[in-house]
């Protein structure tokens, strides 16, 4: 398998940090990290139990049986090499975690790797008391100094397992000190054979049994924590490391309660060898899998630490991703990888994600671009409007972008001319391609994209150059409708129009409006006296005054006949507060034509009907012409209280009224018969002059 193979989960932890994975979340859960699946986890828990209750039953065997099992065997040289090899292995490991805790700031990486070298310490001052190896005889200091040192061990194992702060690593000068003077300490004590070293240390005294209990039970409760963190952060070095102590508990308690130079003696050296081989086997492993010692021991970081670590594999990632962008990869990956002691494979995948990070980023960030483009071609922008926020936008995405528009059958877009012909399809010209912006087929423009910086520029720029013609075409066809529809209806019918088209059927609903039907009193003996120059000059000032008012208050236009119009309210768009709406418009229409007519006593005024109830409101008419407008009872009173009014009078029936509540100031005209009512009407004169 390609070296670059095994290394593709911590890439992934990588990549998966820079793009804002949770502080809190563990790392992507792999085979190489020592995950299974759910349905192996319970297997493999019952496996590794079995491995460690297997040692305890092999003691108790020994030392229930003493006679027959727990036989005598002594070998000095077996011994001695035993010794000196799980010594060697613990200040090669613990060296390499040294390291890893300098490198990573970390206090539980400190602490672990003082236990390897402190065990290692007392291990070969046990190593140096094999009789007939280095010295004649026994050492009682030396003889014990394995076991001491484990005690020791358990101490640190159970601290390192705590949630630790910074002060750690203050003191982390005098903590090494420590352990080298208390080596030094106690070899020369035991060679010294002062009290109380100077005699021989009794099988399974209290002081060796009480000491194995605390040893015991101090790393029984560190490869518990540390299981608790396996199950929050799966990882093979956590196992590692948690096997490693229950394994130490169990060499602790053979240490107490096995004979020496016995098989329950040799046990608890055995279970020093798989102990602390554990860990080094799986240091080993994961070192020939990523091809490096960096990240080796990652696992068993603190949480702060793994979160500081994964920001600046974040940090990096983006360098990397940012400089790849700006083209600017000369050196900057070489820099990372020695900042960060990736070997050389691990650097070739780390580019290669980078670059694949940042050509997704620069695809994402266009295909925004396109989805804005969308959102943003909708009614209302002009033409200009419309080009200056397109380019805008699209250039934070695709680069140097230049939009042109075709004007009077020809194109420039910077110092390039083109002809309508030479827009027919894409071109490429000096790292751009032209795309055509077209409208109905027809060539609008062209679009100048930059095409050197991903795979999918070219797809790309197409796609750009089709949303573009698309929201042009709507731009200009909007343009057209809204000066054609405006000239005939309120804003709001044509937006609903445009919005769905529908609506222009033929047919109608029935909904509640209010209905303001106006004309002018006199009109027809002000036409005979004046010129027809003159009616039109009034009419127009009026309609221009008259119109804002009920387009402002949401009301349509429907019809003009003559001099009169009429204008609805809550139709085709529904409007809260319709009645108000229509009294306010009314009320606005009066004061305007008071200011025009001011000076010409001889011009008509308007007067005004309202009213509110139902109505069929639809377009209405055959399929070739058809008009928006109301039919029913409510509409046919609006008319008649319009002819009951005096000029620059607004007369509104009772519905409307009513609508109004308190905020109306009213005189009332009683029950009045209308025309072609049967029964009464009740109808006001509205007399307050300040809006509603």
């Not at 000190?177 to 240390?201: E, K, Q, T």
């Not at 059958?409 to 790292?431: C, F, K, M, N, S």
Request: with cysteine.
């Amino acid at each position: 398998m390609a070296r670059s193979d095994p290394i593709r989960p911590d890439v992934a932890r990588r990549e998966a940090a820079a793009r804002g994975r949770s502080s809190r979340e563990p790392y992507p859960q792999s085979r190489a990290d020592g995950y299974l699946p759910p349905a192996r986890q319970p297997v493999r828990a019952v496996v590794w139990a079995i491995h460690l209750a297997v040692p305890l039953l092999g003691l108790w065997l020994l030392l229930a049986n003493p006679e027959r099992l727990d036989v005598p065997w002594a070998h000095a040289g077996a011994h001695f090499w035993l010794v000196l090899t799980v010594a060697a292995v613990n200040v090669a490991v613990g060296a390499l975690m040294s390291e890893a805790a300098a490198q990573r700031e970390d206090a539980r990486l400190f602490l672990v790797s003082l236990v390897f070298l402190l065990t290692a310490g007392f291990f070969l001052l046990h190593a140096l008391a094999t009789p007939g190896v280095l010295v004649p005889g026994g050492n009682a200091g030396f003889d014990i100094a394995q076991p001491t040192g484990l005690a020791l061990g358990s101490v640190l194992a159970f601290v390192s397992s705590l949630p630790l702060g910074p002060w750690v690593l203050r003191y982390r000068r005098w903590l090494r000190g420590g352990l080298v003077g208390l080596l030094v300490a106690w070899a020369a004590w035991s060679l010294a054979l002062l009290p109380p070293l100077d005699r021989p240390i009794g099988e399974g005294g209290r002081a060796m049994l009480a000491l194995g209990v605390v040893s015991v039970v101090f790393y029984a409760a560190a490869a518990f924590r540390y299981h608790l963190m396996h199950r929050r952060r799966p990882a093979a070095m956590l196992i590692s490391i948690v096997t490693a102590f229950a394994l130490l508990a169990e060499a602790m308690a053979a240490a107490v309660l096995g004979r020496n130079w016995h098989l329950s003696w040799w046990l608890w050296h055995l279970l020093l060898v798989f102990a602390f081989g554990f860990v080094a086997y799986s240091a080993y492993i994961k070192f020939r899998r990523e091809g490096s010692t960096a990240g080796i021991f990652d696992a068993i970081a603190l949480g702060g630490t793994a979160r500081r670590v994964r920001a600046q594999y974040a940090q990096a990632l983006e360098e990397l991703v940012l400089r790849l962008r700006r083209g600017e990869d000369t050196g900057v990956l070489p820099r990372l990888a020695g900042a960060f002691g990736l070997t050389e494979g691990q650097a070739a995948v780390l580019g290669r994600a980078g670059r694949a990070l940042a050509t997704e980023r620069e695809v994402s960030e266009r295909l925004a671009a396109l989805v804005d483009i969308g959102r943003q071609a909708r009614v209302g922008l002009s033409e200009g409007e419309f080009v200056t926020r397109m380019l805008d936008r699209v250039r934070q995405a695709f680069g140097d972008v230049r939009i042109g528009l075709v004007s009077g059958g020809r194109l420039r877009i910077g110092a390039d001319t083109y002809t309508t012909g030479e827009l027919a399809r894409p071109v490429i010209r000096g790292g751009y391609v032209v795309h055509p912006l077209t409208v109905k087929g027809e060539p609008a423009g062209a679009l100048e994209v930059p095409v050197s910086r991903t795979a999918q520029d070219e797809a790309l720029a197409a796609m750009l150059a089709s949303q573009l013609s698309i929201a042009l075409e709507n731009a200009r066809l909007y343009r057209e409708l809204e000066t054609l529809f405006r000239q005939y209806m309120s804003p709001d019918v044509a937006a609903k129009l445009l919005a769905d088209p529908d609506q222009a059927a033929l047919g109608g609903s029935l909904k509640e409006v209010t209905a303001l039907f106006a004309d002018l009193r006199g009109f027809t003996t002000f036409s005979e006296r004046v010129e027809p120059g003159e009616i039109v000059d009034m009419l127009n000032a009026y309609h221009t005054a008259a119109v804002p008012c009920v387009l402002r208050n949401g009301g349509t236009i429907v019809q003009f006949v003559g001099d009169a119009l009429l204008a609805l309210f809550n139709a085709p768009a529904d409007q809260e507060h319709h009645a108000r709406h229509a009294v306010r418009a009314a009320l606005e229409m009066q004061r305007a034509v008071d200011r025009i007519a001011r000076g010409r006593a001889d011009w008509p005024r308007f007067r005004v009907g309202v009213n509110t109830g139902p109505a069929l409101v639809g377009n209405i008419g055959s399929p070739e012409l058809r008009g928006f407008n109301a039919m029913g009872d409510a509409v046919n009173v609006a008319a008649r209280l319009q002819g009951l009014a005096e000029p620059g009078q607004v007369v509104i029936g009772e519905a409307t009224r009513a609508a109004l509540g308190r905020a109306a100031e009213v005189t009332p005209l009683g029950d009045l018969n209308l025309k072609g009512k049967t029964r009464p009407v009740r109808a006001y004169v509205l007399t307050a002059r300040a809006d509603i």
